[in-house]
């Protein structure tokens, strides 16, 4: 079975491109546009890794971060922050993510970190 | 004429009675140029150190040579000419003051001592009208002040000595003649002349003597001095008379007889026939002395204060002790208002009849005598009997009469102060005592007095008012150094609020003992943004005082009126007057009055040419009344204070557009990164696909396509960082990093995108470095990437580190282009670009140069340049390893 990867991010653009750069690479994209995402989250339905945007709108990604690290049924779940504010880096590892990536990135880049956590796709 | 008064007559008796009168007098023959002496005074004798028969019968020069030792001695010559004079022209001749030294005896060491004279040369004439002698009197003119009135004394005595001297010459020959014209000569001499016999009788009396004794001198003659007067036989004054006639010595007494109510002064003469006596009157001298004494006593009291009423009071208390019994003082002060000193006899009862006597008829206009008119006409007056006829024309004022009675008044004078042509005052002198009625003389008297006392007060005023420049001297100064120290304040902060308030301190108390700034808030109203006081407190009572009466901006007066007008207020002299108009009510009166104005400037305070506001100065305890001076100093400081609030408002705007830049560009540098973002995803998607598939042509294209994103990407962040650097705010993370791990990373990233260079790392050094990495590498990044930029014909990059004590050092070394010396202090600068002689330029080198510098020197490093064009150029920069180590965390530097 595929690896499943939510990625959570306010824009559109993102969305698209992130959906045709890890479906290329054989993962199971889950997206979502507004960061309502805990009602979802239940076994057996919980993704491999969870790409987060920090600045949502309507919603912090952050806090959001901090909430499904505290859930036992979330909490091992990687996350991986991503901001356009590359000064991010230290906050979000300070509130539980387990790593950042600034906007824009290589594709190499994403690919890395999301291999060092589930390694397989 | 007696027997007795004939045998005084003798030659004898005239040789006796002239050496023993007290001037200095020389008798000689006209034989010149000898000169022989043939009479000389016991006065001459003694002042010369000579002794008579030492000297009778030899010439004068012979006595009295020049002293060998002064090489400019006249006195010889001088004297021989005047006596030549006198011998030629027939009349007296007076010498100027000579010096004209006298031999010392050998007893008292010999040589000469020195001498200054005063010498009067006068012919003796015969019957024929010959001179017969020559009489030669000196005085010794040591001191000065006496040496006119000794002078005086001098010549009316040689005058009658001549007179008598030729008279009793006469009468040698022609006795009867002589005898009649000698008695009237004596009986003409204005002294008094009496002469007694050893048994105290009255030999002879002349007219004057007769008069001042008050017997008429034929009861007097042949009496004595003891039956005349039985009781005053044991008076000091008979004392001396007898001790006279016993030791047989001149004498001189002065004494006040009660009787006769005059000073007089006698010069008793004994002789072997019994006892001459000279009797002068000598009231008048005394009471010139008297007033020479009222009149220095005066002068030391006036030159004691320059507290002019203290000093008025005191000469007013001397003038009730010598002149008068009642002394009233007034002068004309600078407001040109007259201020009163009076001072009274000691009477109370009737103190206060003549003060109402002042009060009530003070304005009377048709007053032919007084104060008022004095002051206008500048002329002194005088009553010196105040009676029925000069109380006439006041008849009508019944009241005035009825006081004048009262009080007594029996004389009066009044004179004006007068000082360089203006009246200034006046002082009046009554007189309530039956003995003094004021002469003439009296009135010249005071006005003298007045001279001098107006010449004081004048010159207490000047000095007053040097004074006063004085301090407005050192006023000015101190608002110069305000004004100065307060421009400084205002330049040096843009918080204007603080500003105003250490304005507001700096001028109390050396300006200001309350100094206010108000302006006008958004709402309406007006707002006190500084306040400063000496004393706490009284900022307290002025905050109450706003509270009871919040600042009605429509006031007449004060801040509102101010902003309202654009001009200033200046009040020199708030009086009790002013608070009563302006207190609204009884409360704030007396707060008005407990702070206790005294002076105060309001000055506008603008902003592009509208008022906004005021700065109040206030003095209160200090009690200094601001001057024309001080208003335009504080207009000046309103002045630049707006130009200041002026610029406060510029630069709020200034940093408000900067802060709204800086948002727009953080924002819109965010919103532009989110689709480069997804571009670029879909673009190294579209690459990886292009790969699989084997569309070399797509991947290539697709490939430069990434690097124009990631070109646009740096700008993006170039320009936020700018951004972030001119607002201050360029953010660093700080925590401590091993520095050739960092270059190690950076140089193999770049290595991977050099497609033709070499970059060579040359050298270690085992630093930590605290700071943020992140910037330090994109510093380093930046230094490569320019390298392999601008050395495009060669291959090799070298990365040169090393370390001491207290630096690392990187140099970033490529052996391209290079660039002129003239560029090395400017291609740090933001924008800036370098130009080769075809002016070609280089792009993006300025803005990376910048960003990087700045991230540096925020480091507490350096960072410049060495280049030869066409060789290569060198870029170093260097960071310190000892720094404070800060706790982990962003920072801004």
């Known amino acids: 079975m595929n690896k499943k990867i939510l990625v959570v991010d306010d824009d559109e653009g993102i969305l698209e491109a992130i959906e045709a750069l890890l479906e290329s690479e054989g993962y199971e994209v889950t997206l979502n546009a507004n960061g309502e995402i805990l009602e979802n989250l239940r076994v057996p339905y919980l993704p491999d890794v969870i790409l987060l945007d920090v600045l949502l709108s309507g919603k912090d990604g952050r806090e959001l971060c901090r909430v499904l690290k505290k859930q036992e049924t979330t909490k091992h779940i990687p996350i991986i922050m991503i901001s356009a504010h590359p000064s991010a880096d230290d906050s979000v590892k300070a509130i539980g993510a387990d790593a950042f990536l600034a906007k824009p990135f290589e594709r190499t880049e994403l690919l890395t970190l999301i291999g060092k956590y589930i390694g397989e796709k | ?893």
Request: aromatic share 8%; proline share 4%.
């Open chain 2, 1 to 893: 004429m007696s027997k007795d008064t004939q045998e005084i007559l003798s030659l004898q008796a005239v040789r006796s009675i002239f050496e023993s009168v007290p001037g200095l007098y020389l008798i000689l023959k006209p034989n010149a140029p000898t000169f022989t002496i043939v009479a000389v005074s016991d006065a001459y004798v003694q002042a010369t150190m000579t002794k008579r028969e030492e000297i009778l019968g030899k010439s004068l020069f012979e006595v009295f040579p020049d002293n060998p030792d002064d090489p400019n001695a006249t006195g010889v010559k001088n004297l021989t000419t005047s006596l030549l004079t006198v011998l030629k022209q027939q009349q007296p001749h007076k010498m100027a003051i000579q010096k004209y030294d006298i031999r010392k005896p050998k007893k008292e060491g010999g040589g000469f001592e020195v001498r200054y004279w005063s010498p009067l040369n006068s012919p003796v004439f015969d019957e024929k009208g010959n001179i017969s002698y020559l009489i030669h009197s000196v005085v010794d003119v040591t001191q000065l002040v006496q040496a006119e009135k000794r002078e005086k004394a001098a010549e009316k005595k040689v005058t009658e000595l001549q007179l008598l001297y030729s008279e009793l010459l006469l009468a040698q020959k022609q006795l009867q003649e002589s005898e009649q014209r000698l008695t009237n000569m004596l009986e003409s001499v204005t002294d008094g002349f009496v002469s007694y016999d050893k048994d105290w009788r009255y030999v002879y009396v002349n007219e004057k003597a007769a008069e001042m004794s008050g017997t008429k001198k034929e009861d007097l003659i042949g009496k004595t001095l003891f039956e005349l007067y039985p009781n005053r036989i044991d008076t000091p004054l008979f004392q001396e008379y007898r001790r006279v006639m016993s030791e047989g010595k001149p004498k001189q007494l002065e004494y006040f007889s009660p009787g006769a109510k005059r000073w007089i002064r006698t010069n008793l003469y004994p002789s072997s026939q019994g006892m001459t006596s000279f009797i002068t009157d000598i009231t008048d001298r005394k009471q010139a002395e008297e007033r020479q004494n009222f009149l220095e006593e005066i002068s030391s009291k006036l030159v004691k204060s320059f507290d002019n009423a203290v000093t008025l009071q005191e000469i007013g208390k001397l003038i009730i002790t010598y002149l008068a019994d009642y002394c009233r003082i007034v002068v004309i002060d600078d407001t040109n208002r007259i201020r009163e000193i009076s001072v009274n006899h000691t009477d109370p009862t009737k103190v206060s009849l003549v003060r109402s006597l002042y009060d009530n008829y003070k304005d009377l206009s048709d007053m032919a005598y007084g104060i008022p008119r004095i002051l206008k006409t500048g002329k002194p007056e005088i009553i010196k009997k105040i009676d029925k006829k000069i109380l006439a024309p006041v008849k009508k004022y019944t009241t005035l009469l009825k006081t004048v009675k009262q009080i007594g008044l029996k004389s009066y004078m009044g004179v004006p102060l007068i000082a360089r042509g203006k009246i200034i005052g006046a002082i009046t002198f009554s007189s309530v005592s039956e003995h003094r009625y004021y002469t003439k003389q009296d009135l010249k008297f005071v006005e003298e007095l007045a001279h001098r006392i107006a010449l004081v007060l004048d010159n207490v005023r000047l000095f007053g008012e040097a004074q006063g420049e004085i301090k407005e001297r050192k006023q000015a100064e101190l608002n110069l150094k305000y004004l100065a120290e307060a421009s400084k304040m205002l330049s040096s902060s843009l918080d204007y609020k603080t500003t105003l308030s250490n304005i507001a301190k700096l001028a109390v108390p050396k300006i200001a003992d309350w100094c206010a700034v108000d302006l006008l808030n958004g709402k309406g109203g007006l707002e006190q943004v500084a306040v400063a006081h000496k004393d706490p407190q009284k900022v307290r009572w002025a905050k109450e005082l706003r509270k009871i009466d919040p600042p009605d901006l429509n006031a007449p007066t004060g801040i509102p009126h101010v902003i309202r007008t654009g001009k200033s207020e200046y009040y020199p002299v708030i009086t009790d007057k002013t608070l009563v108009q302006i207190a609204k009510n009884k409360k704030q009166l007396k707060l008005l009055r407990d702070i206790g104005f005294t002076s105060a400037i309001v000055a506008p305070l603008c902003r592009e040419g509208r008022c906004i506001g005021g700065i109040t100065f206030v003095t209160t305890e200090t009690k200094r009344h601001f001057t024309e001076a001080d208003l335009r100093m504080a207009e000046e400081l309103a002045n630049r204070a707006s130009i200041a609030l002026e610029n406060a408002g510029l630069y709020q705007a200034s940093q408000d557009a900067i802060m709204l830049r800086d948002n727009f560009i953080s924002v819109a540098s965010h919103e532009l990164k989110t689709p480069i973002t997804s571009v670029k995803i879909f673009t190294q998607v579209m690459q990886e696909h292009s790969k699989q598939i084997g569309d070399l042509k797509a991947l290539n294209n697709l490939t430069k396509m990434n690097k124009q994103l990631d070109k646009m990407t740096e700008l993006i962040y170039n320009m936020l960082n700018i951004s972030k650097i001119q607002a201050g705010r360029l953010e660093f993370s700080q925590k401590l990093f091993a520095f050739d791990t960092l270059v190690k990373e950076i140089v193999d990233v770049l290595q991977q995108g050099a497609v033709k260079h070499k970059i060579v790392i040359d050298g270690h050094t085992n630093s930590t470095i605290y700071g943020d990495e992140d910037r330090i590498g994109q510093v380093l990044s930046n230094l490569i990437a320019n390298a392999l930029k601008y050395s495009p014909k060669s291959d090799e990059i070298i990365v040169h580190l090393s370390s001491d004590d207290n630096d690392v050092t990187v140099c970033v070394e490529d052996f391209g282009i290079g660039m002129a010396k003239e560029h090395f202090d400017h291609i740090f600068e933001r924008f800036y670009r370098v130009f080769d002689t075809t002016d070609k330029t280089f792009p993006g080198l300025g803005i990376g140069l910048y960003i990087s510098s700045e991230i540096i020197h925020r480091h507490h490093g350096k960072l410049w340049v060495e280049s030869t064009t066409g060789k290569g150029s060198k870029f170093y920069f260097s960071l310190p390893l000892k720094r404070d180590k800060k706790p982990n965390g962003i920072q801004i530097l």
